[in-house]
């Protein structure tokens, strides 16, 4: 019986660590898709369309796998908060795109957990020991590589890109918030929801003329987000958060490997060789616990 259930847990593992890697890789298709239509849509207009598209499919799933019940929530101003924190997360990191490699504003994005870590304090009054410090300091040392300030290379797009993990540090940091009775398919809902209203203003502006690919690559979009989140969730759900999370820097490669494809684009060294101590610092902030000496 203990040998079948190793098995078993192994098992588990494994396809915990698929799914988290199709997730990861299914975001990075969103994000390649978002930056081949910056050059002609505005990241609000991208924003708009893609929570169009992706809100019919996320409220028929949500009905399907909760009823009437997964549609409702009992505190709808932290979805709101969130969904308006999300926007300007990712208005920023869109607008980074315009100008970065996909690898490097990648890179520069997997400052979030950092961020974490390091706002836990005077947000949240919780108490950084000496190792999450060192993590912390690590993790913005690697940001420092990757950015370059002081040389040619810095540009005001990587600043876009830093901001853009800020804000979505907020993000994560905002989901304690959120009534323990609401699911992942509400919180999913109510973000669509609330980040599609909060860029309706763009409809009043100009929009470029669609052609017809756009119109395939923002249903692409739509889907490989809704997916990506979607299976990521899952993943955590199957398996420890410490053997799942270090998994999402699989990005990277996902990353590398789309930009190199349809841009003929690969970053320098330093891109990842900062990357690197970021991810480092991130996976060592994951297994940290909240021992006195941490």
């Known amino acids: 019986m203990r040998?079948?259930?190793?098995?078993?847990?192994?098992?588990?593992?494994?396809?915990?660590?698929?799914?988290?890697?199709?997730?990861?890789?299914?975001?990075?298709?969103?994000?390649?898709?978002?930056?081949?239509?910056?050059?002609?849509?505005?990241?609000?207009?991208?924003?708009?369309?893609?929570?169009l598209i992706a809100l019919p499919i996320v409220a028929g799933l949500a009905f399907w796998t909760g009823g009437g019940m997964t549609l409702r929530s009992a505190k709808v101003r932290v979805h709101i908060l969130r969904a308006v924190l999300a926007v300007a997360a990712t208005w920023l990191f869109i607008r980074s795109l315009a100008d970065l490699p996909l690898a490097e504003a990648t890179s520069i994005i997997f400052a979030a957990p950092i961020f974490v870590a390091a706002l836990s304090m005077p947000l949240l009054k919780q108490r950084v020991g000496k190792k999450r410090a060192v993590a912390i300091a690590a993790g913005f040392a690697g940001v420092l590589i990757v950015l370059q300030p002081?040389?040619?290379?810095?540009?005001?797009?990587?600043?876009?890109?830093?901001?853009?993990?800020?804000?979505?540090?907020?993000?994560?940091?905002?989901?304690?918030?959120?009534?323990?009775?609401?699911?992942?398919?509400?919180?999913?809902?109510?973000?669509?929801?609330?980040?599609?209203?909060?860029?309706?203003?763009?409809?009043?502006?100009?929009?470029?003329?669609?052609?017809?690919?756009?119109?395939?690559?923002?249903?692409?979009?739509?889907?490989?987000?809704?997916?990506?989140?979607?299976?990521?969730?899952?993943?955590?759900?199957?398996?420890?958060a410490a053997v799942v999370a270090p998994f999402d820097y699989t990005a990277l490669i996902w990353a590398t490997a789309l930009g190199w494809l349809f841009w003929g684009a690969v970053p320098g060294p330093w891109v990842y060789v900062g990357a690197l101590v970021i991810i480092a610092s991130g996976i060592y902030l994951i297994f940290l616990d909240d021992r006195r000496d941490a």
């Open 150 to 240: 002081g040389t040619d290379t810095l540009q005001t797009a990587s600043l876009l890109a830093l901001a853009a993990a800020a804000v979505n540090a907020l993000v994560m940091m905002s989901a304690r918030w959120i009534d323990e009775r609401d699911g992942f398919w509400t919180m999913t809902l109510y973000m669509t929801l609330f980040s599609g209203l909060a860029c309706a203003f763009t409809l009043f502006g100009d929009w470029p003329t669609f052609a017809r690919p756009d119109v395939w690559l923002f249903l692409g979009m739509a889907v490989a987000g809704t997916l990506g989140i979607a299976l990521i969730s899952h993943a955590f759900r199957i398996a420890d």
């Open 3 to 51: 040998g079948n259930h190793a098995e078993s847990s192994t098992s588990n593992k494994a396809w915990a660590l698929l799914v988290m890697c199709t997730g990861v890789l299914a975001l990075v298709v969103n994000d390649a898709i978002a930056k081949g239509l910056v050059a002609r849509f505005d990241p609000f207009q991208i924003l708009l369309v893609r929570s």
